[in-house]
T-cell receptor
Framework: GAVVSQHPSWVICKSGTSVKIECRSLDFQATTMFWYRQFPKQSLMLMATSNEGSKATYEQGVEKDKFLINHASLTLSTLTVTSAHPEDSSFYIC????????????FGEGSWLTVV | GESVGLHLPTLSVQEGDNSIINCAYSNSASDYFIWYKQESGKGPQFIIDIRSNMDKRQGQRVTVLLNKTVKHLSLQIAATQPGDSAVYFCAEIRTSYDKVIFGPGTSLSVIP
């Protein structure tokens, strides 16, 4: 079946540094990728939707200059958390959709970010 | 998608019983629906999907029911097992993928 891979799974960074998280669709072309943030025991909060080759569409309240999203190819999207602060510590999850198995949306395994 | 940052409602079920998890969706233009299972510390895992031209779909031990009149979706799990303990989310989608909306999720706890 379709696989979406995220890297890294866990990352700890110092406050003020930037962190990049990658999301790859391994066996299908993802025309659309989504980035979410999830706090413990809460639902997924959509941050942005990205289509290959175009600018991401950010949800209200999400700072586009802080959370940089790039979807340079049909198999790769990246989320860069710039100038990270402890309040950015969270579980970040990507998902991808494409013309595979009825256009189902598949999720990555998520990336834990801890900012110290 | 949009979602609400509320603490999850919890459903406790005895092992072997059937579980029913409900979800109300908001957009009548949504034409595709997916149920996901999320275990602690992991990404959501696809369980079953249904399109708006259907009202029922069955998988292995799971059944999804769709009632478009009242915009309601349910997931039924037969003979619930301890391994079914997780958080379950429904997602409503327009197949143009311009919007994916998640329900708030339900935490299923299976009592051995």
């Amino acid at each position: 079946g379709a696989v979406v891979s995220q890297h890294p799974s866990w990352v700890i960074c110092k406050s003020g540094t930037s962190v990049k998280i990658e999301c790859r669709s391994l066996d299908f072309q993802a025309t659309t990728m989504f980035w979410y943030r999830q706090f413990p025991k809460q639902s997924l909060m959509l941050m942005a939707t990205s289509n290959e080759g175009s600018k991401a569409t950010y949800e209200q309240g999400v700072e586009k200059d802080k959370f940089l999203i790039n979807h340079a190819s049909l198999t790769l999207s990246t989320l860069t958390v710039t100038s990270a602060h402890p309040e950015d510590s969270s579980f970040y999850i990507c998902s991808a959709a494409g013309h595979f198995s009825g256009n189902t949306i598949y999720f990555g395994e998520g990336s834990w970010l801890t900012v110290v | 998608g949009e979602s609400v940052g509320l603490h999850l409602p919890t459903l406790s079920v005895q092992e072997g019983d059937n579980s029913i998890i409900n979800c109300a969706y908001s957009n009548s233009a949504s034409d595709y629906f997916i149920w996901y299972k999320q275990e602690s510390g992991k990404g959501p895992q696809f369980i079953i999907d249904i399109r708006s031209n259907m009202d029922k779909r069955q998988g292995q031990r799971v059944t999804v029911l769709l009632n478009k009149t009242v915009k309601h979706l349910s997931l039924q799990i037969a003979a619930t097992q301890p391994g079914d303990s997780a958080v379950y989310f429904c997602a409503e989608i327009r197949t143009s993928y311009d919007k994916v909306i998640f329900g708030p999720g339900t935490s299923l706890s299976v009592i051995p």
